[in-house]
């Protein structure tokens, strides 16, 4: 049997209904005012430019084209040194040769320095690359923030210096609200320390 149609306009307001609900919390677990989260992560973006550290940003799939999209941004845009560690000769030989756990932790552990700032994206919040790279980056003393959303008990959830969390639990929905979140941050950036949104 075949599924009814999903209208345009609920699906939209199931994808606006998730942002509106996005629940930033940090390193310690404490619940911060949305508008708040995006304000630090802004300062602690600024703060990787003004000492010419690095910003990297993860993710598998579809998180993945999003990691290279705002890496493109950050660095013609924004003039941000970034990188999306995600080539594919890369990775493949770090799956292969060591594990596909260590695919991200492996590039951040000889790239990033103290200071430097990761983004990871994981709609599940559970993929075990995602989570070894935030979980590398602490005793190196590199900033986190993740991007979650399906099960509110995700490992991501609690891992980073900020974490935000989108209440949705399809890919689809959750990959669309990161994407949203992903630009609001840039341009929020871009409004404070650049040359405005374009």
Known sequence: MRAAAELWTGYADIITAGLRDTIVTDASGAT??????????????????????????????????????????????????????????MITAAA???????????????LARPGDLVIAISQSGNSANIVRAVEVCRPRDIRTITLSAMRTDNRCRAAGDLNFYVPLARYGLAQSAHQVVLHYWFDQYLDHHGQGAV
């Not at 799939?61 to 080539?87: F, Q």
């Not at 292969?96 to 000889?110: G, I, K, P, Y």
């Open 32 to 89: 911060l005012p949305t508008q708040d989260g995006f304000a630090q992560w802004v300062a602690m973006t600024h703060a990787v430019r003004q000492r010419d550290g690095q910003l990297f940003i993860i993710g598998n799939g579809g998180s993945a084209a999003m990691a290279s999209h705002m890496v493109t941004d950050a660095i013609a845009i924004a003039h941000l040194r970034a990188n999306a560690l995600n080539d594919p000769t």
């Open 96 to 110: 292969n040769d060591v594990s596909f756990e260590q695919t991200f932790a492996l590039q951040l552990e000889h």
